[in-house]
Structures are given as C-alpha cells and as structure tokens.
C-alpha cells in the first residue's frame, strides 16, 4: 500500500493552527483530493507550554519536524526572514519539499530557495504567500505565454480596512488602532502602513511574470501614514476613494512597480473593498484583462491555499 504522505507543520499561529484544524476535520477528503493519505505528523512552535487544542503533537525544536523520516512535506508558517530561510534551507537539505505562507523569505530569497529547491529536486510552493486564497500565483504562473503588461491592484487588507474606516471619518491614528483591535494589523503596523506587505507580494508576482528575480527592495513605496481624512473627503466629493494601491508596469525598457495611496472610482472592486478583501488585475497581450477578488487574509482562507499547494505535491509524489 502507498505511504501516507507527512506533512510537518513550522509554527502554530492564526494560519499553522488553522492548517492543523483542517487536517483533522477533512482528513478524507484531503486524501481523496490528494490521491493518498495525508498525515498531519507533527508541528513546531516557539513556546510549546502553550495550551493549543490541537490534533497534532508539538515541539519547540523545529528540527524534531525537519529531521523526522515520515515528514515529507514542511509547510512553514512561521513568517518573517530568520530563522525561516535557515528552515526552508534544511528542509531542502534534508529531502523534503517545502510549502509557505511566508512572502517576506520568498521574495528576499527567491534566488537561494529556488536553487535549493532545484538541487534537492524538490518542490516549493507558495501559493498562500499572495492574495491569501485568491489563487494569483497560480494564475501568474499560467501567463507564461502572454505578455504582462500591467499587475495592478489591493495587496493588503489592513491598509484597505484603515482607509475606509477614513471615510467613515476616523483620524489614520484611530483608524490604525482600530485595525489592530480587530486583529488586523501587527502591533508593530509597518509593514502594512510603510508597503512592506504588499511590495514582498507584488514582487513575486513579478517575478513570476518575468520568470526571474525581482527584488522587493526597488519596489517603491510610499506610505499610508501621510494620508489625510480631508484628502478622503475630497476624493469622495468626487466620487472617488483613497486605497493603498500595488502597480507594476513592464515596459520595453524594463520594469517599475509602487505601492502608494491611489484614487480609484468608489464604485470599482478596489473602492468598494474594505477589509481583507484583496483585488489583483492582469493585464495581458493574449489574455485581456484578468481580475482576481477574494480573501487575502484569515486562518481558513490562507489554509486553503497551502493545503491545495500539499495536495499539489502529494499527486506528483510516488
Ligand atoms: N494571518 C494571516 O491572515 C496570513 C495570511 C497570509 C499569509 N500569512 C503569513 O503566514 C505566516 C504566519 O502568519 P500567522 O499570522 O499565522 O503568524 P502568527 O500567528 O504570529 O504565528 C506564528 C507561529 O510561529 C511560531 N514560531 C515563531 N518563531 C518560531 C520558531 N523560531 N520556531 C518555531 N515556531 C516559531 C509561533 O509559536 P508560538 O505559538 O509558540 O508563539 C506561532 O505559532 C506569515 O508569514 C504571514 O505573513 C498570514
């Protein structure tokens, strides 16, 4: 009989623990989804005195995952740059394929992950790390044929949730403080309000497109914080919104991407958004015009994706 294929889980947060919560409640249809067993092996956490509810065994050595036999795929949802490139990195050395929800280490690290995942002959995947389970990295991928010539559109929620709590009148600071209340945006807000977030997802979707690394650094940003309720009003007066908007332009003589507050048309998907909700347009030669909207946030909607990214590897497994 086929093995079961591991799955070993870095971090239990918002997504780690919502990955584990869906192993264990559709366990049979993953497998069937899948074509074999899917097994939830064991999951890394900082602290693992923690009382978590579970159905998974816990460590706070992450290389108890790494350097378990029946793990095969590592799904790594720790974030940020380090530890996580030093994991993905011994993950590959040590055989296994890697899926993430992580944008800031695949886009600071595209190069190196890459290559590791190549000369491992093993998989990575993320497509959980843009737009959540707005299947962008998909579709990005599926453009190889076209031309790209613009990507445009809402990468992060937190900035569209504070602009329309700007509408509705709030200062940005009570808006930010808000965002955080409701579990939006970090304690420490500057990757959503200085562009961070949406430049490390916007530059993997380029450099998908472009089939080659671009570094998030020449992203360029500007960020929300200098946004004012009577620049909200007066776009409003006219029928239009303020949202923190990702644009990438390929040109002839090469390729410019921003993330900055913009004005849309109030009654436009990006206008209309006003959480979590993320927008993202391609605008192609052969393909025409491709909107993407859906959940680009949440436990459930980002488990979503890196599950369809697990059961992507487990069908190509043998
Ligand atoms: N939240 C979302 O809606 C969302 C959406 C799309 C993508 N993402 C991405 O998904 C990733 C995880 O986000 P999250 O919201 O789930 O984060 P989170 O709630 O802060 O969870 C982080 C988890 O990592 C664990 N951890 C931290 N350092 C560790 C270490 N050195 N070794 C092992 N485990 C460690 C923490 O352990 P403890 O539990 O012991 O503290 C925690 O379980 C990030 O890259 C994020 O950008 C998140």
Not at 3 to 28: D, F, P, Y
Not at 164 to 188: H, W
Not at 287 to 311: E, H, K, N, Q, Y
Request: glycine share 10%; net charge neutral; hydrophobic share 45%.
């Amino acid at each position: 009989m086929t093995r079961a294929v591991g799955v070993g889980l870095l971090g239990l947060g918002t997504v780690g623990s919502a990955v584990a919560r869906a192993m264990g409640e559709r366990g049979e249809g993953l497998s069937a989804s899948a074509g074999r067993d899917l097994r939830l092996v064991r999951a890394a956490v900082r602290d693992a005195s923690k009382t978590r509810d579970l159905p998974v065994e816990v460590t706070a050595n992450a290389f108890d995952v790494l350097d378990d036999p029946d793990v095969d795929v590592v799904v790594e949802v720790i974030g940020g740059h380090r530890p996580a490139i030093d994991l993905h990195l011994a993950a590959f050395e040590r055989g296994k394929h890697v899926v993430t929800a992580n944008k800031e280490v695949v886009a600071k690290e595209w190069r190196a992950l890459h290559e590791a995942a190549r000369g491992a002959k093993r998989e990575l995947r993320f497509e959980a790390a843009v737009a959540a389970a707005v299947p962008v990295v998909a579709a990005a991928r599926a453009l190889g044929a076209a031309r790209v010539r613009t990507i445009r559109g809402l990468l992060n929620g937190t900035t569209t949730y504070i602009c329309s709590r700007m509408e509705a009148g709030a200062s940005f600071d009570d808006a930010l403080r808000e965002a955080q209340a409701a579990g939006y945006a970090e304690a420490d807000p500057s990757a959503d309000v200085d562009g961070w977030d949406p430049a490390y997802k916007l530059s993997i979707l380029i450099s998908l497109a472009e089939g080659r690394w671009h570094d998030p650094a020449a992203v360029s940003r500007t960020s929300l914080r200098g946004v004012t309720t009577a620049a909200m009003n007066d776009a409003a007066g006219r029928g239009m919104r303020i949202r923190y908007i990702a644009t990438a332009e390929f040109g002839q003589k090469g390729t410019t991407a921003r993330v900055a507050p913009e004005e849309v048309e109030a009654a436009s998907l990006e206008g209309q958004a006003t959480g979590p909700t993320n927008v993202v347009r391609f605008d192609t030669d052969l393909a025409g015009v491709l909107t993407f909207m859906g959940p680009g946030a949440g436990g459930d909607a980002t488990a979503s994706a890196i599950l369809g990214d697990v059961i992507q590897i487990a069908r190509g497994m043998r």
